[in-house]
């Protein structure tokens, strides 16, 4: 089933150089900059307590700044990927994930195939990943992405989260990372 996501507001997505540090909260920076597996670091920071909890994968257009970023022609479709990082039984992440239908081919149709199986250990594990782009975003409960990520939970402000264009096999596909309020920042 292909769903219509086009509509409502993004965030203004920005390269680091563009981001003033003063607007960070405490503790975030560091999570939006690592460069490494965030399974990985989830896993060591929940100390093992970790679960990918599938919320969507179907066919969907992607945003158009998704789709500009992944170089779409206007109207293509990607396979989207939605889930929670579930650590010590909550919510830390809320990941939304885009991969062309071109990027799909090869040894990268695995992919389409993960189950709950984290993301983060397939493409780590792959020698072809390249990193491109990393861009980060302070949402709002205007933005959609921001109401993606947190579903029916109220009183919460503004959420900060990240975006990464990789390329596996020379393919891209689109990563998004959004840090939920559970997550611990606080001497990390």
Not at 35 to 55: N, Y
Not at 70 to 91: F, S, T, W, Y
């Amino acid at each position: 089933m292909l769903k219509g996501l086009q509509g409502r507001r993004e965030p203004d997505w920005a390269p680091w150089n563009r981001l003033r540090q003063r607007d960070l909260p405490a503790g975030i920076e560091s999570w939006l900059r690592d460069e490494g597996s965030l399974t990985a670091r989830l896993k060591q920071v929940s100390g093992g307590d970790f679960r990918v909890r599938v919320l969507l994968q179907d066919w969907a257009r992607p945003y158009d700044s998704e789709r500009r970023l992944l170089g779409m022609r206007r109207g293509g479709i990607a396979l989207l990927r939605e889930v929670q990082l579930i650590c010590n039984g909550k919510p830390w992440v809320y990941a939304r994930t885009l991969i062309p239908v071109r990027s799909l081919q090869g040894g990268a149709r695995r992919l389409g195939m993960l189950g709950s199986r984290p993301l983060g250990e397939v493409l780590f594990a792959d020698p072809h990943l390249r990193r491109g782009v990393t861009q980060v975003a302070r949402l709002q409960p205007r933005h959609r992405l921001f109401r993606r990520a947190l579903g029916e939970v109220q009183g919460v402000g503004a959420i900060w989260g990240r975006r990464t264009l990789f390329h596996l096999a020379g393919k891209p596909l689109l990563v998004n990372e959004i840090f939920l309020p559970d997550l611990p920042v606080k001497g990390l």
